[in-house]
Every structure is written in C-alpha cells, then in structure tokens.
T-cell receptor, first 111, second 111 residues
C-alpha cells in the first residue's frame, strides 16, 4: 500500500532564505506527483505537477524534483517571502484512480 | 473561469438528518473525487469517479454515498450523518494526467 510522508511537519525560516520541503513515498510505481499549497481554512492550490517520466518542474521561484527510484520528491522555494507561509502538501497518484496525500509541512516565513 | 464549485461552504446539522453536498466542475473533467480533511490525519479519499456512472471507494467510504449521473456533477450524500463525520470536505477534478483542481471546501458539523 502506497504511503506518503512529509518531514518536517512544521518549519520556520527567516525571510529571504532558500528552503527545501521533502516528500517521500513507499512505492516507486507512480503515475504522477503533485505539490499543493493550502492557506488556513482554504482550499488547495496546485503548484507543480511532475509526471512519472519527468525529473523536475519549475514555476517562478518554485522547483519540484522527482526521484522515483529513491521514492522522493523535493519542493525548492527560492528567496522565501512572508506570503509563502502556508501548508504545503504533496500527493502521489499510483495509477489513474486513487490519490494519496502526505500530511503536509506547515511553513512559516519570519519577516 | 475554470473552477470546481462546492455548496454549501458551511453546514451544521443534527445526527441522522440526511444531507447532500454538491460539487460541480465546468472543465469537462472525467475524474472527480471527494476527500475529507481532519487534524492529524490529513486528506483522505472518500470516493472517486473515473467517468459518468463509474464510481469507486476510496480509503474512507463508510457512511457516504456518491453518484455520477452527469459529467459535471458529483454529489456527496450522507444518509444518516454522525458526529464522527464532522470534518472539512473537498471535491476535486482532473482530466487524464493533468493537475487536480480543488473546490473551496465544505465545513460540516454534525451535532
């Protein structure tokens, strides 16, 4: 059974720093992996989607990588800003049906 | 505007009183899914649908029903709600391997 883990559960960093969020999964046979952002009490906003055949995706200050063989994905945030404070979730799609979420990393950027 | 619309946003009800949470998407997506989000447990999949008239159980289907009679709509039905179904519910949709799009959520309280 696929399991998705995000460590750490919470992270505080000073504004301006580059940071990396981690996502690990137990079964390397995945369809794709998606990173989301969730603000308190709000819905999920898609950040980046990496297909099984891809190694990374970039959008602005965000870069997501995927290493299926090691069961890991990272989300790199460059030059962090207070507006980046949110919970970041990764979701693994083992096939075209179910989707399994990690419990998220709660990020706080200190002004 | 492409979106997933859930209604209502907030719902307070009593044990045993049947309720329906509606979900509609305007992107012609084949795949639709329901999740519940609880503190410490993260997002868990309740039901999903690969297309019209095709539905399947996720990880936590007990106490819920769904139907997919039209491509755009995927209602979540609680025939006899109980307090342990108090949660934040999200509907999502996607097409093929493309990103998953989420609604803004429904906060349900069952007393």
């Amino acid at each position: 059974k696929q399991e998705v883990t995000q460590i750490p559960a919470a992270l505080s960093v000073p504004e301006g720093e580059n940071l990396v969020l981690n996502c690990s999964f137990t079964d390397s046979a995945i369809y794709n992996l998606q990173w989301f952002r969730q603000d308190p009490g709000k819905g999920l906003t898609s950040l980046l989607l990496i297909q099984s055949s891809q190694r990374e995706q970039t959008s602005g200050r965000l870069n997501a990588s995927l290493d299926k063989s090691s069961g890991r994905s990272t989300l790199y945030i460059a030059a962090s800003q207070p507006g980046d404070s949110a919970t970041y979730l990764c979701a693994v799609r083992p096939g075209d049906d179910k989707i399994i979420f990690g419990k998220g990393t709660r990020l706080h950027i200190l002004p | 505007e492409a979106q997933v619309t859930q209604n209502p946003r907030y719902l307070i009800t009593v044990t045993g009183k049947k309720l329906t949470v509606t979900c509609s998407q305007n992107m012609n997506h084949e795949y639709m899914s329901w999740y519940r989000q609880d503190p410490g447990l993260g997002l868990r999949q309740i039901y999903y649908s690969m297309n019209v008239e095709v539905t399947d159980k996720g990880d936590v289907p007990e106490g819920y029903k769904v139907s997919r009679k039209e491509k755009r709509n995927f209602p979540l039905i609680l025939e006899s709600p109980s307090p342990n179904q108090t949660s934040l519910y999200f509907c999502a949709s996607s097409s093929g391997a493309r990103p998953l799009h989420f609604g803004n959520g429904t906060r349900l309280t069952v007393t």
